[in-house]
C-alpha cells in the first residue's frame, strides 16, 4: 500500500517556525515529485511548494517566497518542508502528495492525511 504520513505541525506563536515530515511507505520516494500544499481558512488547497524527481522547486505561491523551504532526504525517503516567520494566514491544514508525473497539481496521486499547523499567539 503506498502511503504518505504527514508530521511536524502544531501550535507556533507568529514569527515562529516548524518544519513538517512527509514520510513514504510502500514506495521510495526518490523517483516521484513532491507536492506540499494546504488549506486554510476560506479557500481551496492551494499549492505551496513542490519538488521534482531531480529536485527542482517550484514555489507555488509567491507569497511564500524566502519563508518556505522544501527539500528531500532519499535515504530517509521523507521530504521536508521547513516554515520560518509564519503568520497567522498560514494556518491551516497541510498536506503532502506525489506523483510520477504530475508537479504541483491538486491531482497528484497520493496524499497523506494532513498535518494541522495553528499560528497564533
Known amino acids: 500500500q503506498l502511503q504518505l504520513v504527514e508530521s511536524g505541525g502544531g501550535l507556533v506563536q507568529p514569527g515562529g517556525s516548524l518544519r513538517l515530515s512527509c514520510a513514504a511507505s510502500g514506495f521510495t520516494l526518490d523517483v516521484y515529485n513532491i507536492g506540499w500544499f494546504r488549506r486554510v481558512l476560506g479557500k481551496e488547497r492551494e499549492g505551496v511548494l513542490c519538488?521534482?524527481?531531480?529536485?527542482?522547486?517550484?514555489n507555488y505561491l509567491d507569497s511564500e517566497k524566502g519563508r518556505f523551504t522544501i527539500s528531500r532526504d532519499n535515504a530517509k525517503n521523507t521530504v521536508y518542508l521547513q516554515m520560518n516567520n509564519l503568520k497567522p494566514e498560514d494556518t491551516g491544514i497541510y498536506y503532502c502528495?506525489?506523483?510520477?508525473?504530475?508537479?504541483?497539481?491538486?491531482?497528484?496521486?497520493?496524499w497523506g492525511q494532513g498535518t494541522q499547523v495553528t499560528v497564533s499567539s
Open positions: 502528495a506525489a506523483d510520477r508525473i504530475r508537479l504541483c497539481r491538486t491531482t497528484m496521486r497520493i
Open positions: 519538488i521534482s524527481s531531480s529536485g527542482d522547486v517550484t
